[in-house]
């Protein structure tokens, strides 16, 4: 591979909206038929940004034409098709990686830090909302997002997986899970159809308690349901040394609790992680100038480029998709089934 | 009864401290055997402010005495006991209060003026935490509250019941609970055999999730494994119109999410709840000069006299002490059972 | 003088309202002329709340008389009514203290413990608001608040002198002040006059810029016309080794930047001052229930008491009083001058 | 002028650098000498982003080849040189603007909004610190920024002018002013003098108090000697029917309070500025989604486009400058005469 990536092919089904993004972003060439794309020998890194539907079918033929997958998250409608992805790129030896871009923060990496470090100690609780409201309006449409054949699922996919991955990274595996979810609009005005109703096939909102693997608690809830909670995802980490929080609307902080500060001067310590020692920091701008959300993203592709450029496999990859659709499957089955379900 | 409450006879078996506690707080008289005290005739009201074991006995005994009774939360040590208390002080048809103090916290009143108002319009979520961290020091002794025996139950009982209350207070019944519990440092020194260590037979932590009566959501969590939370009930309130924000850390403050605000203007208000025209408050200091927790039981007190100069039966009373106990027992057969349970 | 204070004597010019007071507190006795009071053998202590006008009267008489005097915040109606004070209980050899009762909130004294221990640092910077609201409707009535022959000053001398009196107790003297003030509503409606409206003589907000002793440069506001402040008493510190916050609004919370801090993890601490540890926080309640506001003046009594019961002299006193008065003077001279005016 | 701009050439005194410079960010070519740049016929527009001492020159030369000027604040080394770089944009009736990037932040917009729309009423203060605190390590070397001659100022010049902008914009003209400046540490290690400590001939901090034109009072310091804040540009306004805060660190929040809101549910409001009908959001992430410091650049930059597209004068421009260099020639004068200095 060489050692700048160039953009090559930005693809689309639209002729005319595909032509326009690619002068308005810089791709060299623009595409129609994602197959033709795949086959193509000057192409080594295919990035997948579809609804969830099509995820498992350009990831197999990419992977089969040989080319490293990048994938948006959630990996799949379904824990199978999560599986037959995972083979796939296994099969063909590419790399792949999954757009968990929130690992890509600062402060979670900070957070990763002051846990492996041993500065939180022994874990207790984790607790994790992924709140939004952009749907508390009876009257907004059935748009795609909220009919399960595109979407796969609702506040859990699109939400929920997110808190799903960073638990995993930062304090392990789920041992066995116990849901509930409300869908609380039932019908909406379906743009398809003029002045009638169509059936929302998702949840507007999953809780769901866990257990982990190392004894730990957690309390996970995603919704879209949060009156006046934009983007906000939430969590709160307490073990035996300390505590850690986090807010996605203020992403730039970590908060920090230490039993080992003087016992009269302990308190959460609110830690903007913009200096330059800071990971990430040091590409971007000075002491407390902030960055925003677009840069987990970023972070994301040039550690993308990185493992490439190493030859290492990425992190989190489609391993990680299928841990993950197997919690979201444990919830799905612990809701169903009304009981506590074992995470595979 | 008199206009003017007396403080006639303080109660203890240990007739030096209570000797002492008389003189100190200004008392009348002491006393060691509680059952003279309710035989007395100069008595109109007893208040309990004992371990939760011992209730039950001196409830039924002051009903049938036909005095008045305050109790402390949570009124029993089950379900069934809680069930005899108000038995007892229905057919002796005296007045009963519960000492769910935060009820009368005056931003917890105006959180309740609010949503009776239809400011939050149709409730969604009730997410809330009851956090303390007093025991996470392993070494920390086994006092009476780490023992079923004596306490009842852990932090389901000392803590999670608070927040029972205060959901049944502010949005209404349960219909059904799931929940989890743990008891992370499963032994601890035993204050009574010197260098032996005794058994942890409470929950240090537990967890349930709810579905309301109203179609709400609820997430509830109370746990003494909270490193860094003092005192941290918290809960969150999100509704169709609006949302709204408690901490007890700061109980001074209510924030307040309003979708009738511009909206362009729209963001959490902190409002410190210290105006004259504010519940309690008018009793109390200067805008912005706040008041202590001890003022939940002060304004408790005032209200306790006022139900009965009024004649009114108090609010809230052993009708919801049984209430309470009906969501800890589905709570604790949820937790054993591994499912869902109605309350009820 | 005996080991338990008794509540001898209440004093008011109103018969009837002050015998109210009388057995609504407590006082075993009252009285309606002050000078009376004064003369009588079985009393030790004055404890003097009046409006400012009338201090230096009573305090001096109370000193003649050998009694020890407490007195209300601020010491007198200028300087040299309060140097007439000074001087007075000084001869007399009776015990002085001054209300400056925010010196003894548990946060204030764990800030002053952190500077003594070194963990701030050199000190750079001392910025502090005292900012109300309570009378920027321009219909409030001329109350005698806002004369300046009954107050003396306005939000200088009833908000500023407390931020005047923490820095010199947190940092330590004054060295020169330059300040500004303005009266935003200069007539109001006159409750003497009715339908009239009298001049405000008294400044609705002062500002003012300092240079200190030690070096350090200060920034001081105390208003009355803070749209939304209700009793915001903010002050931050910055120093060559951390910076502390405090706010009035949250009294029981401490604000602690320490450079000592791992370079990655540093971030201002929030310490919810409630712990045993904490200074008075030993005679309330557990860890992260909060006291309200009084007990700023339940923990000043309780020290003015242990001051006389080790026969020590009681701090801050009149020779704070004076000091105080000092700086206010200085700022007013600053304000008519136009410049810069040294302290003393 | 084109319809979309191009970037045609990069300038640099050090030929390799800005080689790299030009490739890494995408400009066509690269010169190392200004005033051919400026001699070319290609270019419409310059863009100043030097150290402040060769402002002037350059945008002297820019106008009189009849080049539109964008230039980096502070304008200018002092009023003379910036009333000279007025007087030669005007008479070469060129276009100019001047880099007060925090006019294009969202929050600083909205709080603009809610000004005009009267939502704050009457203003009575403007309280402003730019907060610091990079240079409080005594060992931190001499670098440019700490000689005034090519500085021309310390925290007043680079901080304290973002504020007196700001100001400006939100409530308008400064009528008089009143300061103080420290520079803590007198001398440092100097860079181009191994082993030697050479003076530092700026100021470390400037604090000044200011009379507005419309009756407001203003505080405002700038300071790099605030320990723990690393870019706290933090301003608070309160007026007659209501208040706004805002904080650098925090450039997604706007803190609003409204008189208007009911009596019993008034607070401050934590506006998160991220709605598509916010202020240049609508080109960016979906709610909730923060942005970072850069993009008060990148608004800025496609406001300057705007406005040469649309043929008018850009906000702030040139004038700006000379009216904020007023102000700080007046501080200036103020601090070294210990007097009151009117602006202009």
């Known amino acids: 591979m060489k050692a700048v990536p160039e953009m090559r092919v930005i693809c689309g089904r639209n002729e005319e909206a595909v032509k ?39 990831a197999v033929a990419a992977a089969e034409a040989g080319k490293d997958v990048f994938c948006e998250k959630p990996l799949a409608l379904n824990l199978e098709e999560a599986n037959q992805m995972l083979k796939a790129v296994e099969k063909a030896k590419v790399k792949h990686m999954l757009g968990f871009n929130y690992r ?28 939004q ?28 997986t997110h808190i799903v991955d960073i638990v995993r990274y930062l304090i392990g595996e789920f041992q066995e899970v ?17 002045g009638k109703k169509g059936k929302v096939t998702v ?40 505590s850690l929080v986090f807010d996605l609307e203020n992403l730039n902080r970590l908060q920090f609790h230490s039993t080992e500060d003087s016992d009269y001067a302990q308190g959460y310590r609110d830690i903007l992680v913009t200096e330059g020692i800071h990971p990430y920091v040091g590409a971007f701008w000075p002491h407390g100038h902030i960055i925003g959300w677009e ?16 030859d290492k496999m990425p ?17 799905e089955k612990s809701i169903k089934g009304g009981r506590w379900v074992k995470v595979k």
Chains 1, 2, 3, 4 share one sequence.
């Open 104 to 131: 890509r923060l600062p402060a979670i990496c900070l957070a990763k830090k002051l846990i492996d470090e041993g500065k939180i100690g022994e874990i207790y609780h984790f607790r994790a909302q992924y709140l």
């Open 178 to 194: 116990m849901g509930v979810e409300e869908t609380f609009i039932k019908e909406r005005p379906d743009p398809s159809q003029k």
């Open 133 to 160: 409201s952009w749907i508390t309006d009876p009257e907004f449409p059935l748009v795609w997002r909220l009919k399960k054949e595109i979407a796969g699922s609702g506040a859990m996919g699109d939400l929920g």
């Open 295 to 310: 840069h987990s993203h970023v972070n994301q592709i040039y550690d993308l480029f990185s493992y490439i450029a190493e």
């Open 20 to 58: 326009e993004a690619q002068q308005k972003f810089g791709w060299q060439e623009y595409e129609t038929d994602w197959r033709k794309l795949i086959e193509r020998d000057d192409i080594d890194l295919i990035d997948i940004s579809t609804p969830v539907n099509v995820h498992k079918d350009m």
């Open 203 to 242: 949840d507007d909102a999953t809780l769901f308690l866990a257990k982990f693997e190392n004894g730990a608690l957690g309390s996970f809830e995603a919704t879209r349901f949060a009156t006046g909670r934009k983007n906000r995802l939430f969590f709160e980490i307490n073990g035996s040394k300390g």
């Open 315 to 331: 992190q989190p990859n489609f391993r990680d998709g299928v841990r993950c659709d197997q919690v979201q499957e444990a919830v």
